[in-house]
C-alpha cells in the first residue's frame, strides 16, 4: 500500500517588490554571495546596466555581466553554466523575461551555486519556481527542467514593469489567469502538484487571491502602464501575476492550460504569440473541456477580450480547418507527462481537437453580444 502524498508549499527565500527595486540588486545579492554574475540581453542591459553597476560597485562587489540571447535552450544553459565556473561566481542573476530567468535558474543549478530571478517585465509567473521550461532554439517547448529548490531572490522593479510594452503585462495576466481554474482541477483530480505532493489550503488561497485581483485591477493596471505610471493597481498587478501565480500554479498544480499551450508551440503559426497569450488559449479550452458554467465560460470570454488576450484559434493563427495542425497541437498536449492528464475528466486527441475547434464560432457570439470586437489574427512582434 502505498503512502499518501504529502501536503507541500514551496517559494522562493526571499521575495522583494517595489518602484526603484532594480537600484537595490548590489545589497540583496550580498546576502547571497561575494561573485555575482548577472545574465541579461543587450536591450535589458542599455536599460539598467548603469543603475545595475553601480549597485554592484556600491556593495562592493564585483561586476560580471554576461549577454543572453535567444531561448532557454540546452545549449545555453551549459555555455552559462560554464561561464560561472570561469569566473568563480557563488550566485547567478537573471535579468529580463522569462527565457534569461529560466536559463539562469538552470546554469545555477548545473554550477552548484545560489541563483536569483530579476523580473523586469511581469510577463510569467516564471521567477518564482523551481522549474525551466526549456525549448528548442525554434522555440518549440521541450521539457521542463525541476530542481530541488526556488530562487534565492526574487526581486522586481514596479517601474521597469511599468516602462515595458502594455503587451508583456498583458502576457502576464493571460498567465495568471490560468492559475485558479488549473489548481482547481489538479484538486478535483486529486493529483500531483509541481511541488511533487497535494495541494495545501494556502496554496489553492494564493491562486484564487491571483485570480480575484486581476478581475478586479488587470484594466486600471494595464491603462497605467500604457502611461508608464505606477499605480496601486499596478503593485497589485504585478504581484499576483509574479509572486501570487508563481506559489499558486508550482504548489497547486498544472492541467490543461499549460499542456494546450505547450501544443501551440508545435506549431510555427502560434509563435508570434507571448507564452501568456497561448495560455489564455488553453485557460479557455480547459473551461470547455471540464463543462464550466455557461456563465463561467462566457465572463471569461468577456473579460479577456476586454484585457487584450486571445481566446480562439484564428487569433493564435490557425485557421480553424487546419486538422493537421491542429491535430499537431493536440498530440503534443496530450502527450504522456503532459500536465493535461491532472484534468479529472479524460482528454484524448480527439475530444481536445474538437474543444479547440468550438472555441471560434461560440467566442465570436459572444463578443458579439457584448459589443466586443469579433476575433481576428493577433499581430506579429
Known sequence: MSAQPLMSLIAPSRYSQGRDAIARIGEELARLGEVPMIVADEMVWGIVG???TASLEA??????????????????IDALADRAKELGADVMAGVGGGSVIDSV??????????????????????????????YTAEGAMEEYRFFPRNPDLVLVDTQLVANAPVRLLVAGIGD?????????????????TMAGGAATMSAQALARLSWEILHEDALPAIAAVGRNVVTPAVDRVVEANTLLSGLGFESSGLAAAHAIHDGLTAVPQTH????GEKVNV?????LVLESAPTAELDD??????????PNTLVEAGIDVDDHDSLRTVAEAATAEGETIHNMDVEVTVTTLVDALRFLDDYSARVRKDAGLPAP?????H
Open 376 to 380: 481576428a489574427p493577433m499581430h506579429q
Open 282 to 286: 488553453g485557460t479557455t479550452t480547459q
Open 59 to 76: 556593495a562592493g562587489l564585483p561586476v560580471h555581466r554576461v549577454s543572453f540571447e535567444g531561448h532557454a535552450t540546452a545549449a545555453t
Open 105 to 134: 535558474k538552470a546554469a545555477g543549478h548545473l554550477a552548484g551555486i545560489r541563483w536569483a530571478s530579476v523580473p523586469t517585465i511581469a510577463s510569467t509567473d516564471a521567477p518564482c519556481s523551481a522549474l525551466s521550461v526549456i
Open 272 to 275: 508570434h504569440l507571448t507564452h
Open 50 to 52: 548603469e543603475t545595475v
Open 176 to 192: 495568471a489567469l490560468a492559475t485558479w481554474p488549473e489548481a482547481r482541477a489538479v484538486a478535483r483530480a486529486r493529483a500531483t
Open 300 to 309: 471569461f470570454i468577456r473579460f479577456t477580450t476586454a484585457v487584450g488576450l
